[in-house]
């Protein structure tokens, strides 16, 4: 029984770190993209809204029509534990192309 509840616990563990680093990913995309309107750099903007451990593996870049996409690799059970998987999300504010 208590294998199983720990089990059951590391499991749900992960899904809260996808969906943390889905968010995270998501709005590390809509501040590239304010960063990209406003003529700075959206690499470093992506950088700076995601934590440390979640940099190593990130990618930036403008993708067709000012949209900023970024994709990060998703922990296993901790942050520092990065698998191979990776989520990615993509942002635009609009504007002229």
Known sequence: MVPALILAGLIGWQLVIVGQTLWLC?????????????????????????????????SVERTEGRAVRVELRLPILLRA????????????????P
């Open 26 to 58: 998501a709005a590390a995309a809509r501040t590239a993209a304010r960063a990209d309107v406003v003529g700075l750099s959206p690499g470093r903007a992506a950088r700076s809204a995601v934590p440390r451990s979640l940099r190593q593996g990130m």
């Open 81 to 96: 534990w990065q698998s191979r998987v990776r989520v990615a999300a993509a942002a635009s504010l609009g504007g002229e």
